[in-house]
């Protein structure tokens, strides 16, 4: 499939993206629909994640456990907002063993409830709290239009939760996931996501406040990458887990929920990917560095192949994550079109004249053609690879940061307000009512996508599309 | 709850398991019948059997990817035996979004037909060949009679899928997979088991050979600790997985599946638990050393809290697992029990007298009381705690391994074969004829556990049940 083109960004960027997951072997479409296949090259990728997050959240004293897949059907008919939200999206066991069940159960879209459930049976006391709790686990949603990564039935994903003695206390640990899940995005995936708060309607069912991170995509459209919420008491007055306090009085908890799924792959996918395919972050990328033997005939080979092999060792000992390509019934072009497409950050070249002079040839995935080529003695390769690693890293999240600055806008009038979503997301003054909210998607087709965190100092001005005062400004787009 | 004892192993085993895995906080019921929570430390102790599994499965060329949750129902129907085998254990989703379905999906119980269906997509030519692929998953088995770990309705293991040009790569596989599992069991879970063949009616629904390792519990009944399946051609046929080999002629892939779960969690807690609790091998337990800080007052207490710390510093230098227990309001003697309760190989107490010695008392938790105690020297704590966890492991075999052997015996004739039985596991010519197996389990309850790979060189003898002609032992045992 390699030796196909691509379809191109800039003249269709869905199918590109759907070729380039299918083509680089990240993921493939499952016989149910709806559902993917996540292949070894995603896979590894999704398990970098992992690594990096849980050693995020391990620092934050958060400790990972495994809850159930199914939920009786009455756990979500205890939390008003909650059902509402997730009802139209559920998939229910009926039959179980050869017989109808009396009780439908429902595979978790999240899991709120039954961790409400097992919350009230294990806090007591004061002494219990906080309960810092996350999974690493399957859901499922019943989507009607469904995406490799982006939208699937079943999903992959990490869900947090935590359970804490005050208001105080919950609204911090929402937050402190927040700045997890920004820094990790920004500084492992080069992704330049902006934390800020979700408006009324846009917040997950049964949620005080919903948080999250959301980022550009290469055709300007937003996605929503991370959300942390402050479920206030609602889950825990549902649920009744409760506490004895210091002065022995009982009180009901209040919770936090806050999860990152596999649909990160696509916005890091659709971040930095270009025409000839992906390009991986190097810092998650599942091979780093792609390593081309290249050799006319036996005797060349004799020659290159053990010199390709004592560079890997090499590289592999300073904790790189390496790639010979030894097949030898491909040409090298071929190759350097599949790693390419794969995303791999780093290509070197190696020939009889490389083994010889002692130097290779390295190939930037970021920078294309003859600027993105140097010169690396293999020497000293170990340490030049990690250096270049690590400005291919900052390169990409500059780009990145670059890209989507230029895409945002401060309109000030309903002209500049619609061309600022035809061309980016707008920037602007929002009277935060969900009513105008409405009007805006209604007309636009663009959702505030979230409120930031750092707001102008002191200002305030009136709402771009009603007219009305506006306390804050929010980010609004057409978003995936 | 820790202030409560424990039943007795001797009077009540199956009541001592339940309640060790409840009050160390191993695992909990879910609200829904069957299924369970893995509790952090549960989660923690079930990571490190990942984290080592996934070296050795990595160090064989395997790689990990991710399969889909639910399974077209008409895909069981393509494996004569496999359906036979699951039909009665599916659970069933028949409603999704609100809407019945056309055709019900199945959660899987297992993914050999998802996996065959994929592998037909991928697999085209030899070069294509091995796929060598392992995924970490939930399954579900919809069991009447369930235990925590040992047999609960959704579980978590690792499910491997590989698929080969020829028979003997398969065969070569399932091989080394046993191998690997039986490397692991021992060393790492200092678990001694036997690693043999299935019978023909205790082999997996579709497989050709079925292999198992198989380990004695502290009641002396028989586990299945983990099976590694030949599959033969019946998968490859039943999805068509064909790949075109070297002459330029289509064939029949020849592949192989394999797992450990859950369930392994089980039998590390009745192979090593003792009337105290747990008994966790220190290559695996979550905390390897717990240190229990001993004050009086709150002068003592500044005293030996930064000793305590910088104890734990030191060790975790080291790459120790280690807790320092400072919880305020309970005693020492209750910390004591608690931690033993929860199975962490080696304690040590520091007080006042301690941190101006420069020593400490160290206690194992695999020899209880004085024996167990040695004094340590803070100066050399690192070197010295590694050592005497490497001791424990080993100690924790040889123990394991003693009791099995010991329990162990070879019957002759009836009167034997029966007491053997009650008393632990038969090692016996059989005739390995179904009908005779399946007389024997009607009698005794007691089934065949495995053909163990080493057999007497070139004997061969009588069944000790219908007395035919025999040319392999088999253990028959009472099993989980």
């Known amino acids: 499939m390699a030796d196909m083109k691509l379809p191109k960004q800039s003249e269709n960027y869905s199918e590109w993206y759907t070729q380039v997951i299918q083509r680089a072997e990240l993921a493939d479409y499952a016989p149910v ?7 070894p090259y995603g896979w590894a990728l999704w398990e970098n994640i992992q690594k990096d997050l849980n050693k995020r959240f391990k620092a934050t004293g958060h400790e990972n456990a495994q809850f159930p897949l199914f939920i009786p059907m009455s756990f979500f008919e205890k939390e008003k907002e909650h059902v509402e939200g997730f009802s139209p999206e559920l998939a229910v066991v009926t039959h179980g063993g050869g017989t109808e069940l009396e009780e439908p159960l429902v595979v978790r879209p ?35 239009r469904t995406r490799l990564f982006l939208r699937t039935m079943e999903f992959f994903w990490q869900e947090g939760h935590t359970a804490h003695a005050t208001a105080e206390e919950a609204e911090e640990e929402t937050l402190k996931i927040l700045d997890v899940y920004t820094t990790f995005a920004r500084e492992i995936a080069a992704v330049p996501v902006i934390p800020g708060l979700k408006s009324n309607s846009e917040k997950f069912a049964g949620a005080v406040r919903s948080y999250s991170i959301e980022a550009m995509m290469g055709d300007t459209k937003a996605l929503q990458a991370g959300t942390s919420h402050n479920l ?20 009901h908890c209040w919770t936090t929920s806050w999860g990152l799924s596999t649909r990160f792959i ?56 390496v790639k010979v390509d030894d097949r030898d019934n491909l040409r090298p072009g071929f190759k350097f079109n599949e790693w390419e497409l794969r995303g791999v950050p780093l ?6 004249r490389d083994v010889e002079s002692g130097n290779v040839m390295t190939a930037r995935r970021d920078i294309p053609g003859r600027d993105g080529k140097q010169v690396m003695p293999q020497a000293n390769a170990a340490a030049w690879a990690v ?5 291919i890293q900052h390169a990409l999240y500059q780009r990145a940061l670059n890209f989507r600055d230029a895409h945002i806008y401060q309109p000030t009038n309903r002209e500049e307000f619609l061309k600022a979503l035809d061309d980016g997301w707008a920037y602007a003054w929002w009277c935060e009512d969900t009513a105008c909210e409405t009007e805006i998607k209604e007309q636009t087709k663009a959702t505030t996508r979230c409120i930031p965190l750092d707001q102008p100092d002191g200002e305030t001005g009136t709402c771009i599309h009603c007219g009305k005062p506006a306390r804050r400004k ?6 995936y």
Chains 1, 2 share one sequence.
Not at 125 to 139: F, G, H, K, M, T
Not at 232 to 251: H, R, S, W
Not at 474 to 479: D, E, G, S
Request: glycine share 6%; hydrophobic share 45%.
């Open 474 to 479: 929010v980010y609004i787009a057409r978003a």
């Open 347 to 352: 290509r070197i070249e190696i020939g009889p």
């Open 387 to 391: 250096d270049l690693l690590e400005t």
């Open 232 to 251: 206030g008491q609602n889950f825990a007055k549902a649920f009744e887990i409760q506490f004895v306090d210091q002065n022995n009085e009982m009180q």
């Open 33 to 39: 629909r709806g559902c993917m296949v996540i292949r």
């Open 110 to 144: 999240t899991s709120e409830t039954v961790i409400g459930y097992m919350y009230s049976k294990w806090i007591q006391s004061w002494r219990d709290l906080p309960v810092l709790i996350n999974q690493w686990a399957n859901v499922v949603r019943w989507e009607m």
């Open 266 to 321: 696509g916005a890091i996918i659709m971040t930095h990917g270009d025409d000839q395919g992906l390009i991986l972050p190097p810092r998650l990328a599942p091979v780093q560095i792609v390593i081309v033997p290249i050799f006319k005939d036996d005797e060349e080979k004799a020659r290159v192949m053990p010199a390709a092999d004592a560079l890997r060792d090499n590289l592999e000992a300073a904790d790189l994550r």
